[in-house]
Every structure is written in C-alpha cells, then in structure tokens.
C-alpha cells in the first residue's frame, strides 16, 4: 500500500505498533486531506480531553488532515456552573435555575460571534460549548464527543441538555451503557494515551530519583499513589481510609498527585480540604499531598509506585488507569464508568466497589508482599494497553467517523 503523504510524527510509532498499521492511517488521511475539520473544548490544558487533544491533532495535521482546535471562552462563573453541570450528569442533583441556564447560553452565544465555522465538519468536546449549534446555520455534520460518565444523569438536566445533543448528527460516548435515549445516532470510542508524550514515555531510573527526591517522595520504602484531579469523585478522602489500613500492616507511603484545570473551579477548594484531613491522620507524615501540572512527575510516580489506586466513585474512563497499565504498574481501582474497561479483574489489576475500603486494602497488601504477583499483572497491563488504547488506535477510530460524515454520506446524497 502506497502513500503521497508521509508523517514524520506517525512514523515514530511504527516500532511500537507496526508498519501496516501507519500505512493503513496514512491512507486514510490521504482521502480526507481536503476537508477542513475544528475541535471545540473548554481548556487547552489539564484533564484527559485536553492531554488526549494535544497529541492527537498535532499527529494528525502532519498526517495531512486539516484539524483547528477552539478553546471556549468562558468567565469563572459559566465555569462554575459547567461544573454543577458536570457533577449533576454524573448523578448529583441540581437546581436548575434560569440564571444558571442564561449564563450557559449566553455564554456560548458571546463565544459565536468571534467564532467562525466554516468547516466541513465541527466537533464539540462535552457540555460546556454544547448550545453553540444554536447560533449557527448548519451547513456541515456536527459532532458532540461527551467525555462524562453519563450512566445515571439528573433527569432534570438531561431533559434540557438534550435539546441541544439531538441537534446532532452523532453523539460519541466511551462506553455504550451511557447512550441515552437519544435520536441522534451514537458512536463509541475508547480515550487512548500516547506512548510517546512526556507522560507516558520510557525514564532512567536515575530521573525517576531525581524527580521524587524534588517533591520529597521517599525512594526508601513502597509508593501507593492516585494520580487524579483534586475533585469529590475521585474520592481521595476514602483513598487517605485505605492508606491508613494499609500502612498499619506495610510500612509506605503514599502519594496524592493531581494538578489543576482552567475549567474546574472546585479543584483548589477540594485540594484544601484533602490537605486537612491529611493533617488529622495518624500517619500524615507518610502522605504527600502534591498540586502540580507536571507529566514528567506523574510519569515519576506512576513508574516508582508498587501499586496505584483509582477509587472513582463515578469515571467517564479514567485514562489515568491506563497511563499506569502502560507502566507496568498493577491497579487497584473502583468498579465504575469505564474503569473495567482498562482494568480486568485478577489480570492486570483489580476491581472493587468504590466503598469496600477493607476490599482496597487487603489487595493492595496482597501485591505490596507479592512482587511476582506485582510483575506478572504489570507486564499484563502493558500488553492489555499496547492492544487496546493507544493513539493510534484512537486517530483510526476518528479517522472511521470522519469517512462516515464527509466521504461516505456524500457519495450517498
């Protein structure tokens, strides 16, 4: 199979996922080349959506597809209330008052009017830019690519969201139990991590000490980490439960990285009372408590850790989950969104129910005394991620949708 464009971003991933599957992309790229597609989302840094964004359309414009990526305006307020949104479509009620909707709308009204989208295909990433379709004349396919866990939403919510999802031509959710009852066609596609970011890439042991002995993360005794935004449903709280029955059987420590995003306001006030009940523990001078947006250090600590723990009380996937797998690290994590997706039970990691705190534990300690056990579900994990979610994979799936709207369905018409 024969190429006219070449991608010198592509081809560094050829070792890792063969030949014929960058050729395969390339020509796909190749048939899209002239179209013009945008991504639309709320932050360019922090979070999955942004990290996942950053790769894959830088990759994918030096495959030859035209991708843009806008970044939603937003004051401190609209973010505050996007967030409500967010907490209310993974379960916790809201009151959905008319100034929280006017804020929202005409927020995304404001951001129109400087906005132009002139492209042959328009992608928006989650609620917050969901009511831009209004203020345009649809002349071209649009995408709404919902990141959330979506299983239970408040209805009241998700009444009034709708009206603006069905005004789509396709809704694309990570898991298929969080398509709900919509009109609009859905597709499901998988986050994926790229092997060669800052995050995810191969470090020296020499570099794994410096960055840890930076922070103060002790190199002496075993490492438990979750690595998560500061934020009530990752649960750390219940993260701080498990370390503390935990340590009274093993001596380690354990780490609490998160770092900060432009468009979650709750985080600096999570972190701060995640700090305090660190304070009260018994064991607190074995937690650090770390708020830092630094890839190299969460690639430090997913790598230095014996065991990383995910305890989401609600997930839309987690791809922090899959981060660790790639770094042969076992996880330990709840049985929510689209975690089992990534961690299968007794292979690479295991699942538990967000409350069974004594179940978290006893795992963990379990793996802490086991290093071959620690070693064979790592080296699982690896191979689990190496199939299933990497970033090529994730730009083979779009590429499929992008056919679907601006190749297939034209030749149709």
């Not at 709308?105 to 990433?125: G, I, P, Q, R, S």
């Not at 345009?136 to 408040?154: E, G």
């Not at 898991?175 to 991590?193: D, F, M, Q, R, V």
Request: charged share 25%; net charge positive; proline share 4%.
């Amino acid at each position: 199979m024969k190429t006219a464009h070449k991608s010198p971003l592509l081809n560094r991933y050829k070792k890792i996922c063969g030949n014929k599957t960058i050729e395969l992309l390339l020509s796909k790229a190749k048939a899209l080349s002239k179209k013009h597609i945008v991504f639309i989302s709320s932050t360019y840094e922090g979070g999955g959506v942004a990290e996942i964004l950053n790769s894959f359309i830088r990759i994918l414009n030096d495959m030859g597809v035209n991708i843009g990526w806008r970044i939603l305006h937003g004051t401190h307020d609209f973010f505050v209330v996007t967030k409500k949104f967010h907490n209310s479509l993974q379960g916790e009620k809201i009151n959905l008052s008319d100034r929280k909707k006017k804020l929202y709308y005409e927020t995304n009204k404001h951001f129109a009017t400087f906005t132009h989208l002139k492209h042959d295909l328009v992608v928006v990433h989650d609620p917050q830019p969901l009511p831009l379709i209004n203020f345009y004349k649809k002349t071209q396919p649009w995408v709404f690519r919902c990141h959330i866990d979506l299983s239970n939403p408040a209805p009241n919510l998700w009444a009034y969201l709708k009206k603006y999802i069905e005004k789509y031509d396709n809704v694309v959710v990570s898991k298929s139990e969080y398509y709900k009852n919509l009109k609009t066609p859905c597709s499901i596609i998988h986050p994926a991590i790229d092997p060669l970011s800052t995050k995810n890439h191969h470090l020296s042991d020499q570099t794994i000490k410096k960055y840890l002995r930076k922070y103060d993360i002790p190199i002496n005794k075993p490492i438990i980490s979750q690595v998560s935004r500061f934020d009530k449903w990752k649960d750390q709280p219940g993260v701080i439960k498990i370390f503390e029955k935990v340590r009274k059987k093993i001596n380690c420590s354990l780490v609490l990285l998160g770092s900060p995003a432009t468009d979650d306001p709750e985080g600096e006030m999570m972190y701060k009372k995640i700090f305090k009940k660190v304070e009260k523990s018994k064991y607190k001078s074995d937690i650090k408590i770390i708020l830092v947006n630094s890839d190299i250090l969460v690639n430090c600590v997913q790598r230095a850790s014996s065991v990383i723990i995910q305890k989401s009380l609600r997930e839309g996937f987690g791809l922090v989950v899959t981060e660790a797998l790639y770094k042969g690290t076992p996880v330990v994590a709840s049985k929510v969104g689209g975690i089992p997706l990534q961690v299968i039970d007794g292979f690479n990691g295991f699942l538990l129910e967000p409350n069974d705190v004594a179940g978290f534990a006893n795992k963990i300690i379990m793996l802490l005394k086991d290093e071959k056990l620690r070693l064979e579900l790592g080296q699982n994990g690896i191979e689990h991620v190496k199939n299933n979610f990497l970033i090529t994979r994730l730009i083979l799936d779009w590429l499929n949708l992008f056919e679907k709207y601006l190749l297939h369905e034209k030749k149709a018409k």
